[in-house]
């Protein structure tokens, strides 16, 4: 049973980082795309930034690029989220997943399996 667990949330002050880590047991991160979403209070989950597994390509939505990176520790099999200049409006809970396609994707659906969240809250 593949199980990931998110870490590195919390509270943080407009303009600074955080970094989330993303553990995965009972599977591996090596061979799969990688990705994380975050869902505001009232809002649908929302797509974040995602890595390939065949050439570790990356992809992040227009809110994310520029300011997160995306990246995977295949020996520590943990996946992580760099997250500089931090607004307001990133606050939310964020979850990391995993899909089995081939090509990285960006929707909901094409993910198997899910961390718990963990919340990020930036201050103004």
């Known amino acids: 049973q593949v199980q990931l667990v998110e870490s590195g949330g919390g509270l943080v002050q407009a303009g600074g980082s955080l970094t989330l880590s993303c553990a995965c047991s009972?599977?591996?991160?090596?061979?799969?795309?990688m990705g994380w979403f975050r869902q505001a209070p009232g809002k649908e989950r929302e797509f974040v930034a995602a890595?390939?597994?065949?050439?570790?390509?990356?992809v992040y939505s227009d809110s994310a690029k520029g300011r997160f990176t995306i990246s995977r520790d295949n020996v520590k099999n943990m996946v992580y989220l760099r997250m500089n200049s931090l607004k307001p409006e990133d606050t939310a809970v964020y979850y990391c997943?995993?899909?089995?396609?081939?090509?990285?994707?960006?929707?909901?659906?094409?993910?198997?399996?899910w961390g718990q969240g963990t919340q990020v809250t930036v201050s103004s």
């Open positions: 997943a995993r899909s089995a396609s081939i090509v990285v994707r960006t929707t909901v659906a094409e993910y198997s399996y």
């Open positions: 009972g599977g591996t991160v090596r061979r799969y795309v």
């Open positions: 890595l390939s597994w065949t050439d570790d390509s990356t």
